[in-house]
């Protein structure tokens, strides 16, 4: 199984993998997220289904958001996170991306720091 990147993706595979980690599906953002961001990755199981998933957006210049790391709930913790995040800087830093940034729960923090990432203060406004 190797990480791909803009592999193609059906309209409902991220929403059913988002629910399958416990997130809500937001159907309504996809095939529009594939149209905005500037690229993704995938991973597909042997069977053939979608079992991780993450994208960076933004303008396309300096700075990019990755958004989204997804790994199906009987598959972590082998490593198809990280190789996920790494599979993203990469083409961040080919594309000329010198900064990415993501929001996280606290918990997870470990985890992207293992990835390279440097925790940081900021702030997120939701609209409630």
């Known amino acids: ?3 791909q990147l803009n592999l193609f993706i059906e309209h409902n595979e991220v929403p059913a993998l988002r629910e399958k980690v ?3 599906r937001r159907d309504q953002d996809y095939p529009v997220l594939f149209e905005r961001c ?14 991780a998933f993450g994208y960076v957006c933004g303008m ?4 990019g958001y ?3 790391i997804l790994v199906h709930p009987a598959y972590q913790g082998q490593g198809i996170g990280s190789q ?3 599979a993203l800087l990469d083409k961040a830093s ?8 993501l929001t996280f729960e ?3 923090a470990g985890f992207y720091e293992k990835c390279g990432f440097h925790i940081s203060g900021g702030g997120v406004w939701r609209k409630e």
Do not use: C, Y
């Open 22 to 24: 416990g997130w809500d």
């Open 60 to 63: 396309g210049l300096q700075h």
């Open 1 to 3: 199984m190797n990480v």
């Open 106 to 108: 606290p918990e997870k």
């Open 38 to 51: 500037n690229f993704w990755a995938g991973l597909r199981s042997d069977e053939g289904g979608l079992i």
């Open 66 to 68: 990755m958004e989204d």
């Open 94 to 101: 080919s594309s000329g991306i010198d900064i990415v940034t």
């Open 84 to 86: 996920i995040v790494k």
